[in-house]
């Protein structure tokens, strides 16, 4: 008889709790399950499951993260051969009732919804009680919409800017998730086949769906740098399922799952040729980290079934659970309020910026440490001679600065 080691011990351990509690979430549902019926199911102590998963919530979606590894997802065949010629896209309006039909496809076709249902469709009915976990959850459906939305912006042909849509995704997703999405996703969900029309419908909406936040044109410029950087190995990206290297030129943002809003502040702003990494941090890897991956892996499923796979060519993102990241971008204490953003140019850290906005103004920045530096002389000159030639000239009254505000074309990047 081979002995285990200690690993394989509580790998399969592990694997015990996880087919008991599925077993118990099936059959009785998330509210009325129990701890103490799983660790019965699986012939172990109460104490040996909370060692392995510390909450009923983090052992749910720990169960419900295994339903999307096991869903099936079909990748056009690679073989080494040119890639074959792209068929013009459908219609917005095809596009999107056929987005509809894949999200829709994990819901039961009659209204009432089964403990059985509620595994299989990932319902989150109970699961989102708590402040932390709930806020970061309003920030996934928002990510959520902006992913979709870029797939639909990528359909633009070439030469012909694109124009956002993610209002149109934010509609879309509310329809077909309905407004009890949070609680129960059969509340809202009505049947699926006028759902998949009336979001096909959507697509010939006329929306006016501008990008200009407030706040930006006041976020401080991102501080010149020259540091080098060291990527850390074995972080993976949450949309294509790639491993990321986190060495080419671009920007990565390190933000806290309530900051997840902020991922389209740096898309937008970031300049062609630029590689957009964003790595979410948390500080309950357990619940919010299973949660994110729970939401990523859906969605980025249903795009893959629609889209093609550089549906999203710019933008990776990465769960950044184990803090690797976080930790070879010297930020230790990473949590889920963290913003903190770099620039990567030919191998080093060229500028840093944290704070509210400071994937915005690391997406804004200069290329490189030097030109950087170069520019903040002379703004920091011309402003000296500016104020001392100002001053000399009103020595008996006081001058009001002007104050410039930039703005970028709605729907592009600049």
């Not at 074959?84 to 999107?96: D, E, K, M």
Request: some cysteine; hydrophobic content about 40%.
């Amino acid at each position: 008889m081979v002995r285990l080691s200690r690993a394989q011990q509580q790998e399969r351990t592990r694997a015990t709790v996880l087919a008991a509690a599925r077993a118990e979430f099936t059959e009785r549902g998330y509210a009325a399950a129990k701890v103490d019926g799983i660790a019965e199911r699986a012939e172990l102590t109460r104490g040996a499951v909370y060692s392995n998963f510390p909450s009923k919530r983090a052992l749910y979606l720990a169960v419900l993260l295994d339903l999307v590894g096991d869903t099936p997802v079909e990748h056009p065949a690679v073989d080494g051969g040119p890639p074959p010629p792209q068929a013009p896209p459908p219609p917005l309006a095809g596009t999107l009732g056929a987005f509809a039909r894949a999200r829709l496809g994990r819901l039961p076709l009659t209204g009432d919804m089964t403990a059985v249902d509620q595994v299989r469709s990932r319902s989150l009915a109970g699961v989102l009680d708590g402040g932390p976990i709930r806020a970061a959850f309003g920030q996934l459906a928002r990510l959520e919409a902006l992913l979709l939305a870029l797939a639909l912006e990528a359909r633009s042909p070439d030469g012909v800017p694109p124009v956002r849509q993610v209002r149109r995704a934010e509609l879309v997703l509310r329809l077909l998730d309905g407004p009890g999405a949070s609680v129960d996703p059969a509340l809202g969900s009505g049947d699926p086949f006028d759902i998949a029309q009336a979001c096909a419908h959507l697509g010939g909406l006329a929306l006016a769906d501008s990008w200009d936040p407030p706040h930006l044109p006041h976020v401080p410029a991102a501080r010149a740098c020259r540091e080098p950087w060291n990527p850390p190995e074995g972080t993976r990206d949450l949309i294509t399922g790639l491993p990321v290297g986190c060495a080419e030129d671009g920007v990565i943002a390190l933000l806290g799952s309530h900051r997840l809003e902020a991922t389209e502040e740096i898309v937008r702003a970031a300049r062609a040729g630029d590689q957009v990494t964003v790595a979410v941090a948390t500080a309950d890897p357990a619940e919010i980290g299973r949660l994110v991956r729970l939401r990523v892996g859906d969605m980025t499923s249903d795009l893959r079934r629609v889209f093609p796979p550089d549906a999203c060519p710019r933008l990776r993102l990465v769960l950044d659970d184990r803090g690797l990241l976080a930790s070879a971008l010297g930020v230790p204490d990473a949590d889920d309020t963290t913003e903190h953003a770099v620039r990567v140019h030919r191998g080093a850290l060229v500028a840093r910026a944290k704070g509210r906005g400071a994937g915005h103004a690391v997406a804004t920045s200069a290329t490189s440490a030097t030109s950087a530096t170069s520019a903040t002389s002379a703004t920091s000159a011309t402003s000296a001679t500016s104020a001392t030639s100002a001053t000399s000239a009103t020595s008996d009254r006081t001058a009001s600065p002007a104050i410039s505000h930039t703005t970028t074309p709605e729907g592009t990047a600049s």
